[in-house]
C-alpha cells in the first residue's frame, strides 16, 4: 500500500522543519510539541497546540490519512474537526498551518484584536 508521508514520520523528516516552526509559533504565543507514535504498518505523527483557551491537534498517517481537531478548553466543546486525505508532505505542512492559523485567529477574535 502507498505511504505518502513515510520519509516525514517514518524517517522522522519533521524534526528538520523544528527551527522554522519554534520561531513562528513562539510569535503567535502558540505553544506546540509533537511526537512520533510507535510504529506500524501505518505509523503516525501527532502535532499538539495549546493555548489558555484551545487544544489543537493533528494527527497524520503515513498512508496520507490526516484529522485535524481543536477544542475548546473552557466548555471542551469541539470547534474544528476536519479529515483530509494527503498526497504528499507539502499538503501535510499546508494542513499544519491551517491548524495554527485557525487558533491565532480564534485568539484574536477573543483578545478583540
Not at 524517517?11 to 519554534?22: A, E, N, P, V
Not at 502558540?30 to 499538539?48: F, Q, R
Amino acid at each position: 500500500m502507498e505511504q505518502p508521508l513515510h520519509t516525514l514520520i517514518v524517517g522522522r523528516k519533521f524534526d528538520q522543519f523544528q527551527i522554522g516552526l519554534l520561531s513562528q509559533f513562539d510569535a503567535k504565543r502558540l505553544g506546540y510539541s509533537y511526537e512520533y507514535c510507535h510504529p506500524t504498518d501505518n505509523s503516525a505523527l501527532i502535532v499538539h497546540f495549546d493555548t489558555e483557551l484551545y487544544l489543537g491537534r493533528i494527527t497524520t498517517w503515513t498512508r496520507g490519512t490526516c484529522h485535524l481537531e481543536v477544542l475548546e478548553v473552557t466548555s471542551g466543546k469541539t470547534i474544528l474537526d476536519r479529515h483530509y486525505d494527503l498526497p504528499q508532505e507539502e499538503a501535510f505542512l499546508e494542513r499544519l498551518i491551517e491548524i495554527a492559523l485557525f487558533i491565532e485567529t480564534r485568539l484574536k477574535t477573543e483578545q478583540g484584536s
